[in-house]
């Protein structure tokens, strides 16, 4: 409800006028009556009432005197004069001050209503427009931070602010001071929309002191334009930011940092900050990098290239420790060097590929999927890291392969002979057929020319030698359990005549000459 004071020195036309009007009925109620403007004004002042009446002609102070007091204090308040003058030159003045509406005495509660209805429609449409400019107020400060984000991505895909129009955008954006620096964080790991929201809370928060202007993102990086500071420290928080973010979610960011640049010099600030967040390729992660680290006149050196043939040497020899140990040095001249990254990484392409070289060619398929992880690493360590365990497998199975004393495919039949030993229908014919699936004839020539003996000689030894193992350690087996064991299955005599053959003993006389002996006291 609206509130209204009376200021008359008449009483009868005080109390007239607070009761014959229904004040309720016009949505207003009566907060003080006063008989003359001394008095009203303390109460005016203190009590700030939305309408007041007041009689001009009263002692110590009149109407006009109390309304050209009032109206530097408070000019929204609504006078209603209450006159027996009709002068113009007054009715002017009582105007100027404020007056919305006079009425000439004689008058009747009907003037009186139909006059605060008037300046009721007044107050309501002021009051109504009031409403709506601090209701788009606050829709445009609430729409304030998206309409910067939109803004600082329109500058970075397109740039399409003329050098003049950046004041103006400052201002309607309501964008303090004049010096700025551009921070970038870029996450190492993908980010779910909650684990990207708090690192976004978390850098808001811990930059709160230097008063972050404008936060987007962009292609999933997180941006935050903030008040210019000294480096050293805005260093410190952005470090505590990354630190932060490690410890609640286990994932790591890197930070770039720009120089310092005026507002209308945005899109180069983004520049520059995307040039220093490249450079994380070689800090690896939590790093935070500014300009000054970069030497976009670097060189390669020649050591870097002489490398790949000593790598590939000793990758192909089976020399894992020097092969580890050039890959590492081969990696910080890179890092030393600070090469454009495309370059650094044309460079690692070319050894990553030396070293798959080195591998057997039906092999060399399994490696290709490591060219487009290369091509997609986001640091110099994690290329490292995969390079060097590729060299790992390869250095370790042309090691094997150097060492080994029969090939795979001897290697296979002499495996298949120990594990199917007790097994009397065991031939080479079996394995080529069930096993290796070969052809007999050349699994059989492969055999006697790596191992110099034939298959059946072989398999005659192994099994002599097994059953002369069995009968020293096992004094208590049968010894046709052993002809079982050795191969020979239920066909004891054939056992007996090839072990005496083998050993110049039969079993019987073997295992006698093996029993421990029996003193006596």
Not at 162 to 167: I, M
Request: hydrophobic share 40%; charged share 25%.
């Amino acid at each position: 409800m609206h509130k209204v004071m009376i200021v008359d020195d008449e009483r009868i036309i005080r109390e007239g006028i607070r009761q014959l009007i229904e004040w309720d009925q016009l949505g207003m109620e009566i907060i003080g009556v006063y008989e003359n403007g001394v008095q009203a004004y303390d109460a005016i002042v203190r009590d700030m009432p939305d309408i007041v009446i007041t009689d001009n002609k009263m002692p110590d102070m009149d109407g006009l005197q109390l309304i050209e007091l009032l109206h530097d204090q408070n000019p929204d308040i609504r006078f209603i004069m209450l006159t027996g003058y009709d002068d113009f030159e007054y009715v002017q003045r009582a105007i100027k001050y404020g007056v919305k509406d006079y009425i000439l005495k004689p008058c009747d509660e009907h003037e009186i209503t139909e006059s605060i209805l008037r300046v009721k429609k007044d107050l309501m449409s002021k009051e109504s427009k009031e409403h709506l400019l601090m209701q788009m107020q606050a829709n445009w400060e609430k729409a304030l931070p998206q309409v910067r984000e939109r803004f600082l991505i329109e500058v970075i895909e397109s740039n399409p602010y003329h050098r003049h129009d950046y004041d103006r955008l400052r201002e309607m954006m309501n964008i303090r001071g004049d010096c700025h620096r551009l921070i970038m964080l870029r996450p190492l790991q993908d980010l779910s929309i909650l684990e990207r929201f708090a690192l976004k809370n978390i850098a808001d928060e811990l930059l709160g002191a230097f008063e972050v202007v404008i936060s987007a993102v962009y292609k999933g990086d997180i941006l935050l334009l903030i008040t210019s500071h000294e480096l050293d420290a805005v260093k410190q928080v952005t470090k505590e930011i990354a630190d932060t973010f490690q410890h609640y979610y286990h994932k790591s960011i890197s930070i770039a940092i720009s120089d310092e640049g005026e507002f209308a010099s945005l899109y180069s600030l983004y520049l520059d900050v995307r040039k220093c967040m490249e450079y994380s390729f070689y800090l690896g992660e939590g790093s935070v990098i500014t300009s000054s680290i970069i030497d976009e006149d670097a060189v390669p050196s020649s050591e870097i290239w002489r490398g790949y043939e000593s790598i590939g040497q000793a990758v192909r020899t089976g020399n894992a420790e020097a092969a580890a140990s050039l890959i590492d040095r081969f990696f910080d001249v890179l890092a030393h060097q600070k090469l454009r990254i495309e370059i650094a990484k044309i460079y690692c392409l070319e050894l990553l590929l030396t070293i798959i070289r080195q591998s057997q060619p039906e092999e060399m398929n399994d490696y290709l999927p490591s060219i487009s992880k290369l091509q997609q690493s986001s640091t110099l360590q994690s290329v490292q890291q995969e390079i060097l365990a590729i060299a790992g497998q390869i250095t370790s199975a042309n090691y094997e392969r150097t060492t080994r004393r029969y090939s795979m495919v001897v290697e296979s039949v002499i495996s298949c002979i120990h594990q199917e030993l007790a097994n009397p229908d065991l031939s080479l014919k079996w394995i080529a057929k069930e096993v290796l699936f070969m052809n007999e004839n050349y699994l059989s020539r492969l055999f006697q020319r790596e191992t110099g003996e034939r298959f059946s000689q072989y398999l005659m030894r192994v099994r002599m030698e097994t059953a002369k193992q069995l009968i020293e350690s096992n004094p208590a087996d049968k010894l046709y359990e052993i002809s079982e064991k050795a191969g020979f299955g239920d066909n004891y005599h054939y056992f007996s005549l090839a072990f005496k053959k083998y050993t110049g003993l039969t079993p019987s006389e073997y295992k006698k000459l093996n029993e421990p002996s029996t003193g006596s006291c």
